[in-house]
């Protein structure tokens, strides 16, 4: 197959520009993002209602980005026909799970406090040579989450080093533990997830045939870990002990994740 390069006529590679512009969808929760973040520092309305907005608004940024992360990847790794189904514009209506990557996720948050992943962009993996490409594709997600916990620890750590308000540094806090969580969970080599994805290519056929044949329950199975006491136990755990590793105060995501249950 022939691509265009990029030019005048609208196209990228064969594929329309418009494909790689972030979705109206994806800048309104941006400008949310934002919004809310100056009327919690700032201490308009009601801080709890502002937090809210700022951590569920954030979350969800991050959630485009992450699965952005994988449809860029595959794009450059041989999957053209990804741009087609709208992964390039960051807009979470696209994806192939809105309930299992936007309302459960969220409902987690608010519920657990827990960064829970999402399976949300499909990906043609017939078109992408090579088992390390595939790795790199589950690997970006996963890799955003990391990147976004580093950059909002320092943040925290900077942060309240100044004057600025507590309730404010609560919610950078929590979504820092939350992209923490997030990136813990993703990284477990379950099948079905980024982890277990990760992994999935380099496995031999037999073993490879169960893979794919526990993937489309990975959710349930990752639910059931969690469930578990002992193992549910180690994670958090796993998660506090790298939390504090970071210097990320565990009173200050505590008082975010109170804050943003603004209707108790």
């Known amino acids: 197959m022939a691509y265009d390069r990029p030019g005048g006529d609208g196209l990228v590679l064969?594929?329309?520009?418009?494909?790689?512009?972030?979705?109206?969808?994806?800048?309104?929760?941006?400008?949310?993002?934002?919004?809310?973040?100056?009327?919690?520092?700032?201490?308009?309305?009601?801080?709890?209602?502002?937090?809210?907005?700022?951590?569920?608004?954030?979350?969800?940024?991050?959630?485009?980005?992450?699965?952005?992360?994988?449809?860029v990847v595959a794009y450059r790794a041989g999957d053209r026909d990804i741009a087609h189904r709208g992964y390039l514009t960051l807009n979470p209506l696209k994806y192939t799970h809105p309930l299992l990557s936007i309302v459960l996720p969220v409902v987690v948050v608010l519920l657990g406090g827990i960064g829970l992943p999402g399976g949300a962009v499909w990906v043609d993996r017939h078109a992408i040579p090579g088992r390390l490409r595939h790795t790199l594709v589950s690997l970006a997600g996963p890799a955003t989450n990391v990147l976004f916990t580093l950059v909002l620890v320092v943040a925290v750590r900077l942060g309240t080093q100044s004057d600025g308000p507590v309730e404010f540094w609560a919610g950078v806090a929590l979504l820092a533990?939350?992209?923490?969580?997030?990136?813990?969970?993703?990284?477990?080599?379950?099948?079905?997830?980024?982890?277990?994805n990760?992994?999935?290519?380099?496995?031999?056929?037999?073993?490879?045939?169960?893979?794919?044949?526990?993937?489309?329950?990975?959710?349930?199975l990752l639910f059931a870990l969690l469930w578990n006491p002992r193992i549910g136990g180690w994670f958090f755990d796993a998660v506090f002990a790298v939390g504090d590793l970071l210097g990320l105060p565990s009173w200050l995501y505590a008082t975010g994740l109170e804050l943003i249950r603004f209707w108790r």
């Open 14 to 71: 064969g594929v329309p520009k418009a494909a790689f512009r972030p979705s109206p969808v994806f800048l309104g929760l941006v400008a949310l993002f934002a919004v809310s973040g100056v009327l919690t520092w700032n201490g308009y309305g009601s801080v709890r209602f502002n937090v809210f907005l700022f951590v569920v608004s954030g979350w969800l940024v991050s959630l485009c980005l992450h699965e952005y992360a994988h449809a």
């Open 198 to 220: 990760m992994i999935q290519p380099w496995l031999n056929p037999q073993w490879r045939k169960m893979y794919d044949l526990f993937a489309p329950y990975g959710f349930i």
């Open 177 to 196: 533990f939350l992209q923490l969580t997030a990136s813990v969970l993703n990284l477990l080599p379950v099948p079905g997830l980024d982890g277990g």
